[in-house]
């Protein structure tokens, strides 16, 4: 006997109720959906109270509940709470929260009011700069070293948490595939807007958004990213109207804190985005911090939103895409110190060593900030430069800008512990490193990057077990797999060391020959086989070494006097290599006492890096020990 066709009244609280269903049946949307032969979107759309289902749905729907909660049945969607809740076997409870008044105070769909891993640096593990190299930077040059006092032990149980959020990326709704990138960049700068707020912790947008295509149920996602609510929305565009959905759950118990429908023109984007992280403020009882108004034409903030999203694919063809869009926003709009920014972080990416694009990449961070001169993705990548450059005085001036900003996200302490470590700093790197993995655990290139940290103070089978984690994230990734098999080959572990040598093999990637070279040389001195390791890099590509590590492999393979040669090369060369050879618990101690080696620190430019390092040795004295 088929289901009835029925039509049902009920409340605008149905979205509540569906949500503590699921939970109470441990259903997720993504079950319920495949249950009931509908679309994920559909059930998104019921929960999120922008749409009901129809009697026929809402039959079916009674009846799969009916088949984990005996005694369910339809009639319940509209009884008093208290009948719904004890079918379903959940003690009753409060109603839930909402940002406005609603029918019996249950949470309603409020009408939202009208506007008012580049491969470089590579030893050992590449070091992946996520953002460029420095937010925060100088919290060492002012011995403002606060991550011990931040390194609060935060439950996992999302209960036990303080005020948390992850924002996920907005669905898109539209059924064309090229207006992906709206949802992905309105959600981005919803984030952006709410990171700044003091009490809020924020989930970092690497760890939110690798949720993205993936059936998780909101529980699974609040656990693994350690928060107590989750925001969650759609985004539908027709022709220049946009509709967004957006809500907000409490992940303890499945409840909607607040919900939202916006209808507006695709030019009030920018508005609407503001309006939602100010109203997740207040339903988090936090106040957020406003960044200064901004005046963009909408043209120029759509490029620069597809720019964005181009650019968070990491390949070389997002990054020329994303480039071409970026200087399309800047042509529109002279004055979008993001736009700037954006295509100055792009180009150091894609420099490696070309001087061009280098001294372009300067040129666009230094527009930036001359339109925004607080552009944290500007001074950060204004950092990395100087850095990479040798450039110790803009990078300590750039950097000090950056202490001042009042909320330090992951990418600040991932950032931090690049500084840390070119200025030698190992252990603090590490400590950066770490808690860049607590803030964003989900992220590939910090995990990775926690390795390296590890590696170079010496905690070698931790720095393996952490880039087995990275693998895990990213399963194949070529900077691991030779960060892997370069270490088991360093601990005499030459079976492992062989079996990632065959893995890199097989993923035939012609244009990184040399990460296959690099490994077999590895295991050659690990076997003792200096001859055979020679062998190797006379023939090999060296075009994915720093001269520096090249230095390191001759002295390890029995060859000092090319070795201090090619550290020679490296200083002239301003290899960033060079001053982290000094530092690193790998670095042979033959290299470090050869008088030669001793004679290059002599040289201006080491000598000014070694005035830094002192700066910041007397500056952090007070408050720890390196």
């Known amino acids: ?309 181009f650019f968070r694919q990491r390949t070389v063809t997002g990054f020329q895409r994303a480039d071409e869009l970026s200087k399309v926003a800047i042509k529109l709009q002279p004055d979008f110190a993001a736009s700037y920014a954006l295509r100055g972080h792009l180009l150091m990416l894609m420099a490696g060593n070309d001087r061009g694009t280098v001294a372009e990449a300067q040129r666009m961070t230094a527009q930036a900030l001359r339109f925004e001169p607080d552009n944290e993705e500007a001074l950060d990548t204004t950092v990395e430069l100087s850095l990479r450059s040798w450039n110790w005085e803009t990078a300590y001036r750039a950097a000090q800008q950056l202490l001042a900003r009042p909320k330090h996200r992951a990418s600040s302490y991932n950032g931090l512990g690049f500084f840390y470590q070119y200025m030698g700093f190992p252990k603090l790197a590490l400590d950066a490193r770490r808690r860049a993995t607590q803030l964003d655990p989900l992220s590939f290139s910090y995990r990775n990057n926690l390795a390296a940290a590890l590696w170079h103070v010496g905690l070698r089978q931790e720095a393996i077990e952490s880039a087995r984690t990275a693998l895990e994230l990213q399963p194949n990734h070529l900077a691991v797999l030779l960060g892997l098999c370069e270490s088991n080959a360093a601990i005499g572990n030459l079976s492992a060391a062989r079996d990632y040598l065959r893995r890199i093999g097989g993923l035939q990637n012609l244009h990184f020959a040399w990460v296959k070279d690099a490994c077999s040389i590895e295991i050659a001195i690990g076997e003792h086989n200096f001859s055979q390791a020679r062998e190797l890099m006379d023939r090999m590509n060296k075009k994915g070494f720093d001269i520096a590590e090249l230095g390191v492999l001759r002295t390890r393979a029995g060859q000092m006097d090319e070795g201090m040669r090619l550290f020679a090369r490296a200083y002239d060369a301003r290899d960033e290599w060079l001053v982290w050879v000094r530092y690193d618990a790998d670095t042979p101690k033959a290299i470090l006492q050869d008088p030669r080696w001793k004679e290059l620190w002599r040289r201006p430019l080491l000598v000014e890096w070694q005035r830094y390092h002192d700066r910041i040795a007397r500056e952090l004295a007070p408050h720890t020990t390196n």
């Open 1 to 309: 006997m088929g289901l009835p066709l029925v039509t049902v009244e009920y409340s605008d609280e149905f979205a509540a109720r569906l949500s503590l269903a699921l939970q109470a049946c441990n259903l997720s949307r993504a079950q319920l959906s495949a249950q009931l032969g509908v679309h994920k979107s559909m059930v998104s759309r019921w929960l999120s109270g922008e749409m009901k289902p129809s009697g026929y749905n809402l039959a079916r729907l009674s009846a799969a509940i009916a088949g984990l909660k005996p005694g369910f049945n339809m009639s319940l969607w509209t009884a008093p709470r208290h009948e719904f809740e004890a079918v379903l076997g959940i003690p009753s409870r409060q109603p839930s929260p909402t940002t406005a008044e609603s029918p019996a105070g249950e949470p309603g769909d409020l009408e939202a009011p009208p506007p008012a891993a580049d491969l470089t640096r590579r030893r050992r593990w590449p070091v992946y700069a996520a953002v460029g190299a420095g937010l925060m930077l100088l919290a060492v040059a002012l011995g403002a070293l606060w991550l011990d006092g931040q390194r609060t032990r935060e439950s996992a149980a999302t209960g036990g948490l303080s005020p948390s959020l992850a924002v996920m990326p907005f669905v898109n709704m539209s059924g064309d595939p090229s207006k992906e990138y709206l949802g992905d960049g309105i959600a981005e700068e919803i984030l952006n807007n709410l990171a700044n707020t003091p009490a809020l912790r924020v989930a970092a947008r690497t760890s939110s958004f690798s949720f993205k295509g993936k059936h998780a149920d909101i529980g699974e996602i609040a656990g693994k990213l350690h928060v107590r609510t989750v925001l969650e929305g759609s985004v539908r565009q027709e022709g220049n109207r946009l509709r967004i959905v957006a809500q907000l759950i409490d992940a303890s118990n499945g409840f909607h804190l607040w919900s939202a429908r916006y209808d507006r023109k695709l030019d009030d984007v920018l508005a609407v985005e503001g309006e939602i992280a100010n109203a997740i403020a207040g339903a988090l009882s936090q106040k957020l911090v406003r960044k200064r108004a901004r005046r963009i034409a909408p043209a120029a903030y759509q490029a620069y939103l597809q720019a964005q999203y």
